[in-house]
């Protein structure tokens, strides 16, 4: 579980979060969704600590992430597996020397044994064949599905991904969701996602977030969207009058 | 990039700090090293050596030119050539020509990186960027640069010999006596110091630039300049100061 505490973040007058608290459950796929602009991929990096909030606390179970030296944060770094909006694979590497990065750095395993582990991976993301091939040589979804299979290869037990289905198709957006979902719970990891994808939030959000102008505008369970009198929460998921109608159209069933 | 020099020079001695820390796995960046090796070093030969080549021939030329018609003995060509190579020529134009090679390489490369959030993903991971992506740069430069540098002034010497001896305006006798003549080996200490400390400043001054990029392709762009203009810099004005010190 991660739990952050009353976090602030400003660059120059800019507050760009205010006062947020809440908790990411361990086995579930938490989101955490709003408008550009809301603070999304700012909390995401001071979760991470690729910045430093100005106020608040962070935690990772019990442990005050803020407060760990530097040996420790890097302790706890290879508990972590991230997937960045643009998959972030080093370009000069193939897709398996991408995947065996990690291990490389971290483990004393046989090249054999990196093998095994990194096949596993790229099996578990659905990829074959592909371990020879460059990142520019595959397609934007394979791309994800690498990133994914990067961030699984050391077992992580905290998974964070931001913006997974950004620049893919609704179809390949949906298979990312249920992979990054059936990977949470088969390892029971603490999974954040960033994500303003409504088809994502309502097949997979458990616990959503809702950021508004840096603020926590609503929490709670996809079950509890539809019915939800929020407004933020309602002029965010069905922004168009289309969504609206069918809003209207689902809860009307549900009461018929 | 706004220019509070205070603030630069105390990032870049953390960035320094950083980069020197322990190393996760010490093969990896041994891998890492001997392919920069290869890049600077082998990738640097070619032009390193067209350069001196031709200093070592302006230099024996112009100097041919000068003593002509005078009382200085002509073998003076061949000495005068070997002494303001090894000195000056080839640790400083060969570092200056480097800087512009290697430096832009190395602040494109790690810049590009942290644009692409390869480095964010690298921290994330746990490891320590600073020192992955810096240290075998700097490493390997420090080994390989010194290197060039003394091919330089050797390809630089024949360079002269190459001007003046088929061209008839010295006798390879000569040149060669002059090479030979008042040879002081402590000059060839301050040529290896000089390399070093040029490799040094180019290799982590570029990185600097590249490791804090901002923004866009026009900020890697500027960054790419800085590297080579800042390196530039602290290139000529170490090469004073070692100058004073050491001389």
């Not at chain 1, 955490?32 to 106020?55: M, Q, W, Y």
């Not at chain 1, 997974?164 to 992979?179: C, F, Q, R, V, W």
């Not at chain 2, 010295?170 to 390399?195: H, W």
Request: include cysteine; hydrophobic fraction near 45%; charged fraction near 20%.
């Amino acid at each position: 579980m991660i739990k952050i505490v009353n976090i602030y973040k400003s660059f120059g007058d800019n507050e760009v979060l205010k006062g947020i608290t809440t908790e990411f459950y361990k086995g579930k796929v938490n989101q955490v969704i709003g408008r550009s602009g809301s603070g999304k991929s700012v909390l995401l990096k001071l979760i991470v600590g690729l910045l430093k909030p100005t106020e608040g606390e962070i935690y990772y179970e019990d442990v005050n992430f803020l407060e760990l030296s530097g040996k420790e944060l890097r302790a706890l770094r290879m508990k972590i597996g991230m997937l960045f909006q643009s998959s972030a694979l080093f370009d000069s590497m193939t897709v398996e020397q991408n995947v065996s990065f990690p291990l490389d750095m971290f483990t004393n395993m046989t090249h054999k044994e990196k093998l095994n582990r990194v096949n596993y991976c790229l099996e578990r993301v659905n990829l074959e064949k592909v371990n020879a091939k460059y990142p520019s040589e595959i397609s934007g979804g394979m791309q994800k599905r690498v990133g994914i299979a990067r961030a699984i290869v050391l077992e992580p037990e905290y998974l964070f991904c931001d913006e997974p289905n950004s620049g893919l198709d609704p179809k390949t957006a949906l298979t990312i969701d249920e992979l990054i979902r059936d990977i949470t719970e088969e390892k029971n990891i603490t999974t954040i996602v960033n994500t303003h994808d409504m088809n994502s939030v309502m097949e997979h959000g458990d616990n959503i977030v809702l950021l508004h102008h840096g603020q926590l505008a609503w929490r709670g369970h996809r079950s509890e969207v539809l019915a939800s009198d929020n407004e933020v929460l309602q002029r965010f998921i069905f922004a168009s009058p289309f969504l609206e109608r069918l809003r209207k159209a689902a809860l009307q069933q549900e009461k018929g | 990039m706004d220019f509070n020099i205070l603030y630069h020079f105390g990032r870049y001695l953390m960035m320094i700090n950083d980069a020197f820390s322990r190393p996760e796995k010490v093969r990896m960046y041994y891998k890492e090293m001997m392919r920069q090796m290869n890049d600077i070093g082998v990738g640097s030969l070619t032009i390193v050596a067209l350069i001196s080549v031709f200093i070592g021939a302006v230099t024996a030329i112009q100097f041919a030119y000068q003593l002509d018609s005078t009382l200085v003995p002509m073998y003076y060509i061949g000495y005068i050539v070997r002494d303001s190579t090894i000195i000056e020529l080839a640790p400083t134009i060969t570092c200056l020509v480097l800087a512009g090679k290697v430096g832009s390489n190395i602040a494109s490369e790690i810049g590009g990186m942290r644009q692409k959030e390869h480095i964010d993903a690298m921290e994330i991971m746990g490891i320590n960027t600073a020192a992955y992506l810096i240290t075998p740069k700097v490493l390997a430069a420090l080994v390989v640069i010194p290197l060039l540098v003394a091919i330089a002034a050797f390809v630089s010497v024949t360079g002269g010999y190459l001007a003046v001896v088929p061209s008839g305006f010295l006798s390879a006798t000569d040149y060669i006596q002059g090479a030979r003549s008042f040879f002081e080996p402590y000059n060839v200490t301050i040529m290896f110091v000089k390399s070093v400390v040029f490799a040094f400043l180019l290799t982590t001054v570029s990185a600097y630039q590249g490791y804090y990029v901002t923004g866009g392709s026009v900020e890697l762009g500027k960054a790419s300049t800085n590297a080579v203009v800042f390196s530039d810099i602290l290139i000529l004005l170490f090469d004073y100061v070692i100058a004073l010190a050491l001389t």
